[in-house]
């Protein structure tokens, strides 16, 4: 059910009376449940705007949206003073305020405070439900696609292209920050992500073949040219020769790690997260120098 104009208009007069800056209105928005992807989408409009538009995109969220324009009505009301200090005219603050506060009330859709408490329970609940299912739906998707190219007929510099991408979105669905593939000045990087304090860079490949010591050694000299907190991943569809992995473990720093298609397998499958498949990896090679660690030896369904 959509806002009384009254008390739309009111909640918009506070928003932009009693907030001076910005960030203090994003804030107090966010607390109150608002999606943060939604105050965002209009973060550079004038704060009159920014409650409108918020207020309408919530209007368009059914049930969802009327339980979060309650509380963020009910949070405005419960304040006892200007929320924003550095306000140039306070006295119209409070007046706007407690004009919400009258409408508000009259039309009542103050949410008592227990109540309050188990709508956002209850909201937060479903949006955990709503993204989990959301998370479920594009890993099918992707172990679709991935078991589509494997079969597939393309030339290697397509499927190569075809593992970027699935890579990117892969990391995406984990919501690990992913930069898909650039270029240096001088070097062609496959992408790049920020894991545990850690860059690293990556190298997707699928050829016929497993890589060669030199085309992994070339990586691994990539990355030994950045800062020393960058590590790399290569990921190569087809695997890696043990004597080629056994060549990176004899007297030179294990600043890189390996991942091949059977490990991509069982994390599009779902069998093993994208961050606990790194994090095992990252402990093999940092405690055990074993760079090339197969995730099957761990998560493989038994």
Request: proline share 5%; net charge neutral.
């Amino acid at each position: 059910m959509r806002l009384p104009y009254e008390v739309r208009e009111a909640v918009v007069q506070v928003c932009g009376r009693a907030f001076w800056l910005k960030d203090p209105l994003r804030a107090f928005f966010l607390s109150a449940g608002v999606p943060p992807q939604v105050y965002d989408r209009y973060a550079e409009e004038p704060k009159y705007k920014i409650a409108r538009h918020v207020l309408g995109e919530l209007d368009g969220m059914g049930e969802e949206g009327s339980t979060i324009q309650r509380r963020l009505i009910t949070e405005l009301c419960k304040l006892r003073n200007v929320p924003d200090p550095t306000v140039p005219d306070r006295d119209a603050a409070l007046t706007a305020l407690r004009y919400l506060k009258e409408v508000a009330q009259a039309q009542k859709l103050v949410v008592e405070e227990e109540k309050s408490h188990a709508e956002q329970r209850s909201l937060e609940v479903r949006r955990r439900q709503a993204a989990l299912a959301a998370r479920a739906q594009k890993m099918e998707q992707l172990r679709a696609s991935f078991a589509a190219m494997v079969v597939s007929r393309d030339d290697p510099q397509e499927r190569g292209y075809g593992l970027e991408d699935l890579l990117a979105e892969m990391f995406e669905v984990h919501e690990i920050a992913y930069r898909p593939p650039y270029r240096t000045t001088t070097e062609q990087i496959d992408g790049h992500f920020t894991f545990k304090g850690f860059d690293y860079l990556v190298e997707a490949r699928w050829r016929a073949t497993p890589p060669t010591e030199g085309q992994i050694g070339a990586f691994k000299n990539t990355v030994d040219k950045k800062l020393t907190s960058t590590r790399g991943l290569f990921v190569s569809v087809v695997g890696f020769r043990p004597e080629v992995v056994l060549e990176f473990t004899r007297g030179t720093s294990a600043n890189i790690i390996l991942m091949d298609g059977q490990d991509l397998t069982l994390i599009l499958e779902g069998q093993v997260s994208l961050g606990d498949a790194l994090d095992l990896k990252v402990q093999k090679a940092a405690q055990e120098g074993i760079i090339f660690f197969p995730l099957a030896q761990r998560f493989m369904d038994r």
